[in-house]
């Protein structure tokens, strides 16, 4: 029986965690009203997360092409399956989409 491998693993959940800093760290940062130095400070630190988070995304999208995924249950429906394909697909996008956004759609902090 296939499993993911370490690598793999460590990858997922430290991007995992990333994301979530990321995602926190925007949501206090717009809440902090006129540009002070502590707003840029994590203007900074949120755009180092986000292209973290890409270049994590390229070598786990790397990775995964040198060791795929375990196949899913033999049990499993087949309307499971190919919505698990789904959302693993959409959870990629993502995941690259969202960083590439934030530089391109940069924007001094207000």
């Given at each position: 029986?296939?499993?993911?491998?370490?690598?793999?693993i460590?990858?997922?959940?430290?991007?995992?965690?990333?994301?979530?800093?990321?995602?926190?760290?925007?949501?206090?940062?717009?809440?902090?009203?006129?540009?002070?130095?502590?707003?840029?400070?994590?203007?900074?630190?949120?755009?180092?997360?986000?292209?973290?988070?890409?270049?994590?995304?390229?070598?786990?999208?790397?990775?995964?092409?040198?060791?795929?995924?375990?196949?899913?249950?033999g049990?499993?429906?087949?309307?499971?399956?190919?919505?698990?394909?789904?959302?693993?697909?959409?959870?990629?996008?993502?995941i690259?989409?969202?960083?590439?956004?934030?530089?391109?759609?940069?924007?001094?902090?207000?």
């Amino acid at each position: 029986m296939r499993k993911y491998t370490l690598t793999a693993i460590a990858l997922h959940w430290l991007m995992a965690m990333l994301i979530i800093s990321a995602f926190l760290l925007g949501l206090t940062m717009v809440d902090i009203p006129g540009l002070t130095p502590t707003k840029l400070k994590y203007f900074s630190w949120h755009k180092w997360l986000g292209v973290t988070v890409f270049a994590l995304a390229c070598l786990r999208m790397l990775w995964s092409i040198r060791h795929p995924a375990p196949p899913h249950p033999g049990n499993m429906a087949n309307w499971q399956k190919q919505a698990a394909r789904v959302s693993h697909g959409l959870m990629y996008f993502l995941i690259f989409f969202v960083p590439l956004s934030g530089c391109l759609l940069y924007t001094s902090p207000s």
